[in-house]
């Protein structure tokens, strides 16, 4: 029998990879047909003809890639296509190997080139991760190490990808809930441009050959349009200027920690601010204690990567009381920062021995939480957006026409 990586999809075109034992590859397809997936790619695992490094370097080169970076995706369908293939018992170096053939970034083609380099001359697979810090967070290369260490590294693998593959539909669904505003507004904002730059001065002039008494919201709207026709220029430059120095002074310790600050205390939407980081912290703390990863290392991992300096301050503070003896929930109460509710199940974790599961259990239900306020503020902002577009627009129409309409009915 013989082993082959076959690459298939499914109708909703989403893509597998699958490792299929048989004794011809026409045999491996008809298998992974019979499941309804459409075979696109197949590959033999026992050919012992491996590329030579130089060979495999110089086949990149020529190759033709969908896109330069190294996206979530293409970090998720690695992370997928390692832990078949290692729990197939194809050797991690062949692994490597096949996928850096197959992967459709031109960063993730090189780093993983380099990265077979270093495995080569006898570097660890997580060191050699740690070069690349732009690609493999900290997050995944401790996982590594302790799938390493306990010779469980598909499994760790498996958890590694659930988790990224959970978190992008997570900020896939905030997002969305964002986006259609964001379209909203950006409309509303190229029509009163329009108005401004192409139909106000048309009904200026209308306006001035008419010799017509224009009323109060005509005047005014008028007066609107000739201040955009002439500052232009001076507010797209302040606009870009002001983005620019905000960016930077958020860059800055102090300003991305007022910045956060300021989320933290909007009415409503700071609340919700606060619980998609808590729902990251916790999260990210399950799958390092579920994996085997020291407590104190997992909250120095935390910290950096929650990605949020106000909390990252917290976590600090927590570690160094658990580094002092204490037990988790009590630095994370006295913080003040983490819901009562996190803390109080988070206790009950670290009672019964079950901290990685109870940590799990938080963090789905503020994810929950916080999908059900996106979706409902996504409902609300709809009929919100579309009455403020409309009479912002209508607005305008109206100053536009009424002197004329006046004009006509003898007023």
Known sequence: MSKFLITAKDAAGRVFNEVVEASASNQAVLAVQAKGLFVTAIKP?????????????????????????ASLDDIIS????????????????????????????????????????DVEQGQPFSRALTKHPKVFSPFWVSLVEVGEASGTMPKVLEKLTLYMEEAAAFRSHIIGALVYPG???????G?????????????????????????PITAGMMGLFKFIQTKFLLIVMAGVGAFFIFKAYVKTTLGRTNFEGFLFSLPGFGNVFKLIVVEKFCSQMAILIDSGVPILYALEIAERLVDNLVCGKHIKYIRDG??????????????????????????????TGELGQMLKHVAVFYKKQVEGVMKAFGTL???VMLVVMGGIIGSMVVAMFLPILSLSTGG
């Open 45 to 69: 695992l026992d050919d012992e003809n491996v590329p030579a490094k130089k060979e495999t370097v110089a086949v990149h080169t020529q190759r033709k890639f969908a896109h330069n970076n």
């Open 191 to 215: 029509a009163v441009v329009v108005f401004a730059v192409v139909i106000g001065p048309t009904f200026e002039k209308i306006f001035l050959d008419m010799q017509i008494n224009l009323p």
């Open 183 to 189: 379209v909203l507004f950006t409309i509303c904002m």
């Open 322 to 351: 658990v580094r002092e003896g204490r037990l988790l929930a009590e630095p994370m109460e006295q913080s003040a920062f983490f819901p009562s509710m996190a803390v109080q199940m988070i206790r009950v974790g670290e009672e």
């Open 78 to 117: 690695f992370s997928r296509q390692l832990a078949t293939m290692i729990e197939a018992g194809v050797p991690l170096m062949r692994s490597l190997r096949i996928i850096a053939d197959q992967v459709e970034s031109r960063e993730l083609a090189t780093v993983l080139n380099q990265i077979v380099s």
């Open 381 to 383: 902002i709809e009929p």
